[in-house]
């Protein structure tokens, strides 16, 4: 099983670098859209002395690969491995493809395509746990080197190439190019978050035993149970934990104007959802039908 995993992996990160090279061959380029870390580096040696990018990446990331190779795991080497040798090889081979992409000179359109397919291109690779060398192994040096977030270090390294890009374009490409940055995190954020996004609700209410069923029972939505005690009264609450869609957020506040208009809320956004109910079957919820709570006496079966 662990063969076929490893296979399938490589796959992804073959197809990943596929569509990463064709956006920046025929749109990054075309378009003079600058890009980050080493890919970026690369655009700007084509752009002053003609070399070409399939060559540059790969040697840029050589000596890179040799200083990372402690920082990263074996897994991760390998894969990134692969991930910078199959880049360089699209590269080369989409540049051998007669093939015009007419965005009619709009930068805007150009910027959104090339960040779509850059995000999913990474995207697909990240999800498996490779890289493409460059600017993420410079930054796990320097993290390792100087204790400073990954996430930063790779902005910073980000702002240096795209500044030192300037040097063959204007600004206005240049400002195109931070939207195609911003489109590239999105879809890049959205792949590997899962493509789903929820709404976390912690629900303060002395009502709770009330709440919950009614909760599970128009909602399908499982809901937990919290111990907690108010700051001034020391008093033992129970604080209910459930995870929504975002378009049930309205039906749950418009359920606690109904029960508890007292009751505290707090939501917090969920960055990735598993389980029943969200990345399961229909079929293979679990059925809350079986609580009727009794709405006239304000009795439940929880109570």
Not at 106 to 123: E, K, P, R
Not at 180 to 196: A, E, M, Q
């Amino acid at each position: 099983m662990k063969g076929w995993k490893v296979l399938g992996d490589s796959f992804v990160i073959v197809v990943g670098s596929g569509i990463f090279a064709f956006g920046l061959v025929f749109i990054n380029l075309p378009n003079q859209l600058a890009q980050g870390g080493v890919t970026g580096v690369s655009l700007i040696l084509k752009a002053l002395w003609n070399v070409n990018p399939a060559i540059s990446t790969l040697l840029l990331n050589v000596p890179i690969l040799l200083l990372g190779g402690r920082v990263l795991g074996k897994r991760t080497f390998l894969y990134t491995i692969l991930g910078t040798v199959t880049l360089s090889g699209w590269l080369y081979l989409w540049q051998k493809v007669p093939l015009v992409i007419d965005l009619e000179q709009d930068l805007l359109l150009a910027a959104l395509v090339a960040g779509l397919l850059a995000g999913i291109g990474s995207g697909l690779i990240y999800k498996v746990g490779g890289t493409t060398g460059g600017g993420d192994v410079i930054a796990k040096i320097l993290q390792k080197k100087t204790d400073i977030a990954v996430g930063r270090l790779l902005f910073f390294l980000d702002v240096l190439v795209l500044g030192a890009s300037l040097t063959y374009l204007s600004l206005k490409p240049l400002l195109y190019t931070v939207l195609f940055s911003f489109v590239f995190t999105k879809i890049l954020d959205t792949i590997l978050t899962g493509g789903y996004r929820g709404k976390g609700l912690l629900i303060i209410s002395n009502k709770a035993d009330h709440l919950a069923p009614l909760l599970m029972t128009r909602l399908q939505r499982g809901v937990s149970f919290l111990k907690g005690a108010g700051g001034y009264s020391n008093e033992a609450k129970k604080i209910i934990y459930i995870v929504v869609s975002p378009r049930e957020l309205r039906e749950v506040k418009t359920l606690l104007q109904e029960v508890d208009q007292e009751a505290f809320v707090s939501v917090l956004d969920v960055h990735e959802v598993a389980g029943a109910g969200f990345t399961y079957e229909q079929h293979k919820q679990p059925s809350y039908q079986k609580f009727k709570p009794n709405l006239r006496y304000g009795k439940t079966p929880l109570g």
